[in-house]
């Protein structure tokens, strides 16, 4: 099925070298929805991710961008519509971090349709937003890892909500780096893009994480995917000590989401 917003990969497959790390995957990223990709270590997340932003290509198989194939985009066009965090984001400028948050609108192509003023108001709610608002003039540099995540965070927010409308936010493992007072907030605000009307895929380590903010569950292992459906459905523990070759068990908590044990 087509979806005619937001975003969607058609029967993927992907080589790196002579290793297959994607094989006929599919997943849809629909506006108003939160898609969380988990798996193993090596089942393919970030490849994945990889190739909805468009920076590896298939072997076979299609990417859809509201509608259209992705290579039917310009790099600009796609960066109008879909804004991307990736795991390891490197930059090596001693850029202050407000500066960085606003390369986002440059991202969105719209840096030059707001003011000084309105590209500050926007950049300044933003880092409220992740916590980072007394740091908007340090250097970008000498900030923690964690920091520094939330700084990207922050930009491809900004991205996201000046893109054409509905915008897609692609996040890769962005609570990696998080305590956990900002892994639950980083969940709650890709909760709330969702609500706005993005379309949202973030790809998560802690199974518990899950239920905190997806829709919808796509499950990796060895490239292949082992379950793509509603998160109820996820939480099974044959599926998912099969999936991470380690025993697993599912607790079901009265009036609380199911929690994910080691067996």
Request: with cysteine.
């Amino acid at each position: 099925m087509t979806v005619e917003q937001g975003m969607e990969a058609q029967c993927v497959t992907l080589y790196r070298g002579d290793r297959r790390v994607l094989d006929d995957v599919s997943v849809r990223i629909e506006p108003g929805s939160v898609t969380a990709v988990a798996g193993p270590n090596g089942s393919g997340k970030s490849s994945l991710l990889a190739v909805l932003a468009g920076d590896l290509a298939p072997a076979s198989g299609q990417v859809r961008l509201h509608g259209r194939e992705l290579r039917q985009w310009s790099d600009r066009a796609q960066a109008w519509r879909r804004a991307v965090m990736l795991q390891d984001s490197l930059l090596s400028f001693d850029l202050p971090v407000a500066t960085v948050v606003a390369l986002g609108l440059v991202l969105s192509g719209k840096g030059d349709a707001f003011s000084e003023s309105e590209v500050a108001e926007a950049v300044a709610d933003v880092l409220d937003e992740v916590g980072l608002a007394a740091m908007a003039e340090r250097p970008y540099t000498r900030l923690s890892g964690g920091e520094r995540q939330r700084v990207h965070l922050a930009r491809a927010l900004v991205q996201c909500r000046r893109a054409i409308p509905p915008g897609c936010l692609l996040l890769d493992e962005p609570t990696a780096s998080l305590d956990l007072k900002y892994q639950r907030e980083l969940l709650r605000l890709a909760r709330a893009e969702a609500d706005r009307g993005a379309a949202v895929m973030l790809i998560l380590h802690d199974l518990n994480q899950v239920t905190a903010v997806a829709d919808r569950v796509l499950l990796l292992a060895e490239g292949c995917t082992r379950y793509w459906g509603a998160v109820a459905g996820f939480f099974d523990a044959d599926l998912l000590s099969r999936a991470y070759d380690t025993p697993l068990d599912i607790l079901h908590r009265t009036s609380e989401p199911p929690l994910v044990v080691w067996g």
